[in-house]
């Protein structure tokens, strides 16, 4: 049962660079979230989806974008790396959006030098 | 503006014991809650959660109250084993939100 899959799980990034990280679902949820997971700070939402082909800002959006062109894959981008947005990053999905519980992935730890 | 705050970087717990995780919110829109349990170099796993118009839920060694009147939640383990040290993240929604308000975690430590 592979859940909610991650690629990659370490990447290191000079400021700059572009990168695109893949989420990748099999339980065919409607909703995916990504996240990003500061010391301190808990998990914050970067953008999300509520279905194939929509994408919503969350509480941080500046710096990334998303698309979803399938059902399965939410794809988070970063056009110029900046040291700010090292962090560790998680994808979720999950049925529907509210109280229903979020699947997450094991998260992708990036550092920008 | 933490909306969502877990007072308590970490809890150390002796192993049989009750552990008590702390959550408050300010948001008064906030109608459902959800606690996280997350173990190092993995995603959270959804644990419990409770839905404001209950004050209390419970599965198996773990409870969730819920006091709307203080803004304040808490997630009691027990008995305490091993297998729960862990980060645990308190979550909040209100009504039509798609989006989740997280705590900045608490890490449980269960002693033998």
């Known amino acids: 049962n592979a859940g909610v899959t991650q690629t990659p799980k370490f990447r290191v990034l000079k400021t700059g660079q572009s990168m695109t990280l893949l989420c990748a679902q099999d339980?065919?949820?409607?909703?995916m979230y990504w996240y990003r997971q500061d010391p301190g700070m808990g998990l914050r939402l970067i953008h999300y989806?509520?279905?194939?082909?929509?994408?919503a800002k969350g509480e941080v959006p500046d710096g990334y974008n998303v698309s979803r062109l399938k059902k399965q894959n939410f794809l988070l981008g970063l056009e110029s790396a900046a040291p700010s947005q090292t962090s560790v990053y998680f994808c979720?999905?999950?049925?529907?959006?509210?109280?229903?519980?979020?699947?997450f992935g094991d998260g992708t730890r990036l550092s920008i030098l | 503006d933490q909306q969502v705050k877990q007072n308590s970087p970490s809890l150390s717990v002796q192993e049989g014991r009750i552990s008590i995780l702390n959550c408050d919110y300010t948001?008064?829109?906030?109608?459902?809650f959800l606690w996280y349990k997350k173990y190092p170099a993995e995603g959270p796993t959804f644990l419990i959660s409770?839905?404001?118009?209950?004050d209390k839920n419970e599965d198996g060694r773990f409870t969730v109250f819920l006091n709307k009147s203080a803004k304040h939640l808490s997630l009691h383990i027990v008995p305490s084993q091993p297998g729960d040290s862990a980060v645990y993240f308190c979550?909040?929604?209100?009504?039509?939100?798609?989006?989740?308000?997280f705590g900045q975690g608490t890490r449980l430590t269960i002693n033998p």
């Open positions: 979720a999905s999950s049925t529907s959006g509210g109280s229903q519980p979020q699947h």
């Open positions: 339980m065919n949820h409607e909703y």
């Open positions: 989806s509520v279905g194939e082909g929509t994408t």
């Open positions: 948001n008064s829109m906030f109608d459902y």
């Open positions: 409770i839905s404001s118009i209950k």
């Open positions: 979550a909040a929604l209100y009504q039509g939100a798609q989006k989740l308000v």
